[in-house]
């Protein structure tokens, strides 16, 4: 049974960084796509980034590029989402997805696994 949970979210202001975890148990991981998505109030869950778990290779949505990181520590099984400069834009629900394949995926539909996400709060 794979599981993903989610830490690090919280009140933050404008400019501000946050690091998000999100912690993956119930199987190896090899082989896997892990991805970090968000939805804000009235919104549709949109894709931030994700990370090819064997590869290492990323992708990111455009309205993140430069100010967000994602990364993994195989040892840990855990997925990073580094967030600096943040915006009131960014403010959402952060939730950590898996799914089987070797590229980092945008498509939520790509994704079998998901988290219960960490509410990120940016105030102006």
């Known amino acids: 049974q794979v599981q993903l949970v989610e830490s690090g979210g919280g009140l933050v202001q404008a400019g501000d960084s946050l690091r998000l975890s999100c912690a993956a148990s119930g199987r190896t991981f090899s082989g896997y796509v892990m991805g970090w998505f968000r939805q804000a109030p009235g919104k549709e869950r949109e894709f931030v980034a994700a990370?090819?778990?064997?590869?290492?290779?990323?992708n990111y949505a455009d309205s993140v590029k430069g100010r967000f990181t994602i990364s993994r520590d195989v040892a840990k099984n855990t997925v990073y989402l580094q967030m600096n400069s943040l915006k009131p834009e960014d403010t959402a629900v952060y939730s950590c997805?898996?799914?089987?394949?070797?590229?980092?995926?945008?498509?939520?539909?790509?994704?079998?696994?998901w988290g219960q996400g960490t509410q990120v709060t940016v105030s102006s």
């Open positions: 997805a898996a799914a089987f394949g070797l590229f980092a995926s945008n498509l939520r539909s790509t994704y079998d696994y």
């Open positions: 990370i090819s778990w064997s590869l290492g290779n990323t």
